[in-house]
T-cell receptor, first 113, second 114 residues
């Protein structure tokens, strides 16, 4: 199993550009989430999904869109990148009822200039 | 709303014991998790508590008191490789189960010194 795969690992965007961060998991997990992590801060929840076709907003959803057309994939779209979106983004997945919480991808380091 | 508090930084000596506290106030509760995160890496799972009491796993133990909204992570026999951030996270819950929403505290950076 590859686990949770995020692409790209690094990205530089210009202000106003749009892009999609990809996330795929091969563990048949129902739950998936996107987090951002800024220096000295914990993980902040952007959006999450409890299954295909179902998404919900987390703590900091503004400027981001998600969709969940399949169990495996949960892409995060930046509509119009802003310097404030410079961050490390983590995708994570979990079975519905699990004492192991979420398994995290290796992260995408995004810089918006 | 959700509010999860941890100390920002802690320092301890190699071979010693350290306790990292976490307090939470959340609208729902379906489990508390501790994660370890080394600099530049993804978080990795350490422990899970859903009932009151102590869960022990090798050098690491975690305690939960749901009535007090309080948890701690206990690290024994500290090693240099334990220098990392430790993240407390609460999974939201409703009467029918969990909502899939996992909220993190800001994390505690632990420095282990020789």
């Amino acid at each position: 199993n590859a686990g949770v795969t995020q692409t790209p690992k690094f990205q530089v965007l210009k202000t106003g550009q749009s892009m999609t961060l990809q996330c795929a998991q091969d563990m048949n997990h129902e739950y998936m989430s996107w987090y951002r992590q800024d220096p000295g801060m914990g993980l902040r929840l952007i959006h999450y999904s409890v299954g295909a076709g179902i998404t919900d907003q987390g703590e900091v959803p503004n400027g981001y869109n998600v969709s969940r057309s399949t169990t495996e994939d949960f892409p995060l779209r930046l509509l119009s990148a802003a310097p404030s979106q410079t961050s490390v983004y983590f995708c994570a997945s979990s079975p519905r009822d699990s004492g192991y919480g979420y398994t995290f991808g290796s992260g995408t380091r995004l810089t918006v200039v | 709303g959700q509010n999860i508090d941890q100390p920002t930084e802690m320092t301890a000596t190699e071979g010693a014991i350290v306790q990292i506290n976490c307090t939470y106030q959340t609208s729902g509760f379906n489990g508390l998790f501790w994660y370890q995160q080394h600099a530049g890496e993804a978080p990795t799972f350490l422990s899970y508590n859903v009932l009151d009491g102590l869960e022990e796993k090798g050098r690491f133990s975690s305690f939960l008191s749901r009535s007090k909204g309080y948890s701690y992570l206990l690290l024994k026999e500290l090693q240099m490789k334990d220098s990392a951030s430790y993240l407390c996270a609460v999974r939201d819950g409703v009467w029918s189960g969990n909502t899939g929403k996992l909220i993190f505290g800001q994390g505690t950076t632990l420095q282990v010194k020789p």
